[in-house]
């Protein structure tokens, strides 16, 4: 004879699972919105944080070009040496002139780079990309490939 003993087991009840989930509803809410503002302000903080590193680099890059200018413009060869060699090719007026013109157009980069507006260059980009959208994604394309090629070198 069988015993069904059926008082042993207690199966949960739904009041049981209401309060339990509720408990568990409440202290999930707590650490849900301390863990979002947690995330929130380290995300704030990250994208503060990118955002000045990128309002310096056109300044790293107006000093990179002004270095570079100035370097060619230093590099001036000396007058002595054989007659045939590279020296010679570098004392070359022509040579010289497109050094020069090159220091100066780095120059004038550097300069344009500290004194533009970027956010007005930003919507002219912007304005030019929603009026022209094929030709804008023409010239990106192009660009792209050419830095492809001058990067693979």
Not at 59 to 82: C, F, H, K, V
Request: no cysteine; net charge neutral; glycine share 10%.
């Amino acid at each position: 004879m069988e015993e069904n003993n059926h008082e042993e087991t207690r199966p949960n009840t739904g009041s049981e699972q209401t309060s339990f989930g509720g408990q568990l509803k409440s202290t999930d809410d707590k650490s849900t919105a301390a863990g979002e503002g947690g995330v929130t302000d380290r995300v704030k903080s990250v994208a503060s944080s990118v955002k000045g590193k990128a309002a310096a680099i056109p300044s790293m890059i107006a000093d990179g070009l002004e270095a570079g200018a100035e370097a060619l413009r230093q590099r001036r060869p000396s007058t002595s040496g054989a007659q045939g060699s590279a020296l010679t090719i570098t004392n070359d007026p022509s040579i010289a002139a497109v050094t020069d013109t090159l220091a100066t157009g780095m120059q004038s980069s550097a300069e344009w780079l500290r004194d533009a507006d970027l956010e007005k260059l930003k919507q002219g980009v912007e304005k030019q990309v929603k009026e022209h959208p094929a030709r804008s994604l023409l010239v990106a394309l192009g660009a792209g490939y050419l830095i492809g090629k001058a990067l693979r070198r």
